[in-house]
């Protein structure tokens, strides 16, 4: 009955979505480009190894799919998401997910599909777990909640070095269900990856079940070196 605002650029639109149209076009452009299967990052030649992983991609992952690099508008999107309440946004993040090939070609073929969990603390902070949302709402019939967070970390976002965001989430996860990822091909999903330190740390809590593959879905890749992907 009302009038919607943009959560990007606060405009005042009439559409379904969540932001307005010119939003919607850049949004559209950035979700456009090619992406390493591997890694995630920026491709810009689909005919040359990537020049970010060269081909090794991210361990111990064999696909890394995701929707764009981390940047407007997507990167207000995802902060109007997780910091100012706007919870809805995740079903339009896995709307957007699920219209990239290479995401559907990975939840079709997965047996199960889970999400990077929160502390409980941070959880009931927040009032929900932004990658769970964007989790159930790619794959509902498919989604368990397999991990649990077992310490509070400092936010990644504060740590300095590939090193450090390492260190910061060691021992982190458990897998709570061992039984349901046995030999499955399971799907963790998170909102942005910079460093790869979170999902790695979550996935060696779910190799302690013996899936028979382990794949990645993530809204946004940022570039650890804070250049926007300019250089390597």
Wanted: hydrophobic content about 40%; aromatic content about 4%.
């Amino acid at each position: 009955l009302l009038p919607a605002q943009c959560v990007v650029c606060e405009a005042v639109h009439h559409r379904a979505a969540p932001i307005c149209e010119p939003c919607e076009q850049q949004a559209r452009e950035l979700s456009s480009a090619l992406a390493c299967p591997r890694c995630g990052k920026p491709l810009p030649d689909p005919e040359q190894p990537c020049g970010w992983c060269r081909g090794a991609g991210v361990r111990p992952f064999r696909h890394i799919a995701r929707l764009s690099i981390y940047a407007e508008p997507l990167r207000s999107m995802i902060h109007a998401m997780k910091f100012h309440g706007r919870w809805w946004v995740a079903r339009d993040l896995a709307e957007r997910l699920r219209r990239k090939r290479e995401v559907s070609a990975l939840l079709a073929h997965a047996d199960i599909v889970t999400a990077v969990p929160l502390h409980w603390r941070r959880q009931v902070q927040r009032g929900f777990n932004q990658s769970e949302l964007i989790a159930r709402s790619l794959e509902r019939a498919k989604f368990r909640r397999v991990l649990v967070r077992l310490v509070s970390t400092p936010p990644q976002s504060l740590q300095d070095s590939r090193a450090s965001r390492m260190k910061n989430l060691r021992d982190a996860f458990a897998l709570v269900r061992p039984g349901a990822v046995a030999g499955k091909r399971v799907v963790l999903v998170d909102d942005v990856m910079t460093t790869g330190a979170t999902l790695r740390s979550a996935a060696r809590a779910l190799q302690a079940g013996r899936p028979s593959s382990i794949s990645a879905v993530v809204v946004a890749v940022a570039d650890p070196k804070g250049r926007d992907f300019r250089s390597l």
